[in-house]
């Protein structure tokens, strides 16, 4: 059985930073690609970044370039989203996703497997 938990969420204010992780298990890590997603209430689920297999490949929203950085440990199952600079329109439930393929989708529907989320509040 495939599980994906995320962890490090908070609050934090505006300006901090947090450390998200993403532990994945019941799959062969090393074979997906990953991404971060995030959602805010009352509205669509959104990409937020992306890595490839081997993490040499990544992409990210226009929203967070510069500010956030995907990674990933191969040997630990775990993908990493560092997020610095924290805004207050960057609070919402951060979900991690697997895909398959390794596509390194920014595509929600090209994901497999997801987590439940963590929640990250900014206060101004």
């Known amino acids: 059985q495939v599980h994906l938990v995320e962890s490090g969420g908070g609050l934090v204010q505006a300006g901090g930073s947090l450390r998200l992780s993403c532990a994945v298990s019941?799959?062969?890590?090393?074979?997906?690609?990953l991404g971060w997603f995030r959602q805010v209430p009352g509205k669509e689920r959104e990409f937020v970044a992306r890595?490839?297999?081997?993490?040499?490949?990544?992409a990210y929203a226009d929203s967070v370039k510069g500010r956030f950085t995907i990674s990933r440990d191969n040997a630990k199952n775990t993908v990493y989203l560092q997020t610095n600079s924290l805004k207050p329109e960057d609070t919402a439930v951060y979900y991690c996703?697997?895909?398959?393929?390794?596509?390194?989708?920014?595509?929600?529907?090209?994901?497999?497997?997801w987590g439940q989320g963590t929640q990250v509040t900014v206060s101004s």
């Open positions: 996703a697997a895909e398959r393929f390794g596509r390194a989708s920014s595509l929600l529907r090209d994901y497999d497997y």
């Open positions: 019941g799959l062969t890590f090393g074979t997906y690609a």
């Open positions: 890595i490839s297999r081997t993490g040499t490949i990544t």
